[in-house]
């Protein structure tokens, strides 16, 4: 009920501001489970993909959105629950991928959408990054549920990272043919099969994008220009910091050059102080010569 009233509401609002176009939606099937697998390139994605869609998608978010303090904390809390997202506590390392898994079987086992991002956090400039094996491939092979590759397109460019307003731009949705990998059903624990299928799911969402694929993960990607970034600020400051060095040493040999200056005989080298007037004997007189 509030799912429904939340896109009602938001979805419509979104498809009249945005109009987003869609490509694919009759892979979408009119019943039954299905993991709707997508590349991650805004914060936007979870509520663009169920705008478009007649049913429910939940998505796995992380705690902090249900539990924050306060009246906001509260009305957050209710508005991912509305659009149909489930807490997840991010901070456990395996303890919390094995209760993003354990959601994500019990939304496919009642019969919903379950939606996931194979790269496990928003890319970093727009490519396409390699995907996490452990939830994707691990609920699709529990289940046998088809999943459904999924391109979003230029939402980056609607609401780009760290920007809370975004851009009325029209963004687009891609929705690919349901991969069926019943044939490794119940090889949940075989890594090299989860491997596997994930690869297989991140090639097909990559056909879709039209997206540059990075063969690293992107929360590596991430430190990596974190780490850049953090080089490049040192370095400016030791630039301007030397800048600064040179410049007080320069005004300092400038000051010397000048009391130098003040203290130094006449131009005309007759010993004259700074005034150059010529230094004589008081008992002398000019006389013409001889």
Known sequence: MIYGAMK?????GLKLAFRPWV?????IPTSGPAILASNHLSFSDSFFLPAVLDRKVTFVAKAEYFTSPGVKGRLTAAFFKGVGQLPVDRSGGRGAA????????????GGGLFGIYPEG??????????????GLGRVALATGAPVIPIAMIDTEKVQPPGKLVPKLLRP?????????????????EDRYILRSVTDEVM????KLSGQEYVDIYATVAKRQIAEAEK?????????????KAEKAEKAEQAERSAGQAEEAPGADGTGTGSGGAERRDPGTTDRPAA
């Open 23 to 27: 490509e694919g939606l009759e892979n």
């Open 172 to 188: 687009g949705i891609r929705i690919g043919k349901p991969l069926d990998f019943t044939r490794y059903q119940g090889m949940e």
């Open 231 to 243: 080089a490049e600020k040192a370095a400016a400051k030791a630039a301007e910091k030397a800048e």
């Open 203 to 206: 090639y097909e969402i990559m």
């Open 98 to 109: 094995e209760a993003a898994i354990k959601a994500g079987i019990e939304v496919i086992e």
């Open 8 to 12: 009602l509401s938001i979805g419509s």
């Open 121 to 134: 956090t928003r890319s970093p400039d727009g490519r396409l990054y390699r995907g996490k094996p452990g």
